[in-house]
């Protein structure tokens, strides 16, 4: 059944599928992530990195080794799916609002203007302009940490 929800939820993100390797070093790179992490919610939001690079891993058909206990990456399951569907959405109208010719389809933290430029690149907008209705967005839009 968990296996299920997890796979559901991927296709409806639909975010493009990498090598083995790719997910393999996505999952170090959030696993040491958490390691540096302090504070309650610094650490809950990185377990939380680290399951979805793990089930993306996964539902990009890998076998991908989780680095956590099962109550840890329960525990951080419990705040993906809204941290990170709450980014898909923000992203998905941002890119509306800028005239994308394609759905944005992206979870990186919006908070962070260096990610902003790099979405706008990747799906040919004006990274100014970009980041303008970015910010604006955030003014009213929840995104958890």
């Known amino acids: 059944m968990k296996k299920v929800i997890y796979k559901r939820w991927h296709d409806l993100l639909d975010m493009p599928k990498k090598d083995k390797a790719w997910h393999e070093n996505d999952v170090a790179d959030e696993y040491q992530e958490l390691q540096e992490a302090t504070g309650l919610i610094s650490r809950w939001s990185e377990y939380s990195d680290v399951v979805y ?52 389809k ?27 209705i970015c910010e604006r967005q955030l003014r009213y839009w929840m995104i958890p940490k």
């Not at 109550?71 to 990170?84: E, L, N, Q, R, V």
Request: hydrophobic share 35%; net charge positive.
């Open 106 to 132: 992206e979870v990186r933290n919006p908070k962070k203007t260096h990610k902003l430029h790099y979405i706008a690149k990747k799906y040919n907008l004006d990274p100014d302009e970009f980041t303008a």
């Open 53 to 104: 690079t793990v089930t993306r891993g996964r539902w990009s058909g890998h076998d991908i080794e989780s680095p956590l206990s099962p109550a840890k990456f329960m525990f951080g399951s419990i705040y993906m799916f809204p941290k990170c569907t709450m980014r898909y959405l923000f992203f998905r109208r941002a890119g509306r609002r800028a005239g994308a010719e394609q759905p944005l």
